[in-house]
């Protein structure tokens, strides 16, 4: 079972949402998260550069004749932090709830 950790990095609502999002793939195309978050170009590149900087998500990019292509994955990391942050955010939400004691 994962440990809870409420993770500060993880936990803004846009941030949550791509870390959410990567969580279910393998690797995800940037305007793919784009344009299910509904962000603008930069707003996702300043979100996936923070994510990159703590280690939480790799990005791939690739030039193809003049076409770049950007897609990100969670690194291990990445994939525990997550859990971790979900976690808890149940313990919380249980404890709002009534349904466990602390």
């Not at 990159?52 to 291990?76: M, N």
């Amino acid at each position: 079972m994962t440990e809870a950790r409420f993770d500060e990095v993880i936990h803004p609502g846009t941030r949550l949402s791509v870390v959410a999002l990567l969580a279910a793939a393998d690797w995800v195309e940037f305007a793919y998260i784009r344009d299910q978050l509904s962000l603008s170009d930069s707003a996702l590149s300043k979100q996936l550069s923070t994510l990159q900087d703590v280690g939480y998500i790799h990005l791939d990019r690739e030039t193809s004749g003049r076409r770049r292509r950007l897609r990100a994955r969670l690194t291990p990391e990445g994939r525990v932090a997550f859990r971790a942050h979900v976690a808890a955010l149940r313990e919380i939400v249980a404890a709002a709830d009534g349904s466990e004691t602390l």
